[in-house]
């Protein structure tokens, strides 16, 4: 099942930052996917690779003096506070909530693109900061 699918509308135009969101969609749409046996490593996968995409875009708005980096940043905060959650209690045999978090997930997501990180790489350009991922 695809929670959420890549669309144009979530292109910023930038190549680092759409291929981190469309690694994102991939292994939010796992999650949704996941059955009981897949469930606890889609979970993992994901929080992992959100954990570093999250931390690169707040590195980001800090090197390039974001003004609204709290307000961001709180939204990051709070996906990764219930992804964790979603990940413990999965782990602990909870194995059907990974489905309804892809979803509620894949409703916000679109909205964070489309603002939150637009701004973002609205801004980077006006600075002209380019964004890098470091290695993992
Ligand atoms: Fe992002
Ligand atoms: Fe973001």
Known sequence: ?????WSPTLALNDVVMDHTHEEFIELLNAVGAAGPDTIE???RAFVEH?????AEEERWMTESGFPP???HQNQHN???QVAREVCARVAKGET???APFAQAVAEWFGD?????DAILKQYMDMQGYTPVMQAA
């Open 112 to 116: 964070h693109v489309t603002v939150m």
């Open 69 to 71: 980096l709290g307000c």
């Open 96 to 98: 059907t909530l990974g």
């Open 1 to 5: 099942m695809t929670t959420l699918a």
């Open 41 to 43: 490593a889609a979970m």
């Open 50 to 54: 959100t954990e570093q995409h999250f």
């Open 78 to 80: 709070m996906v990764m």
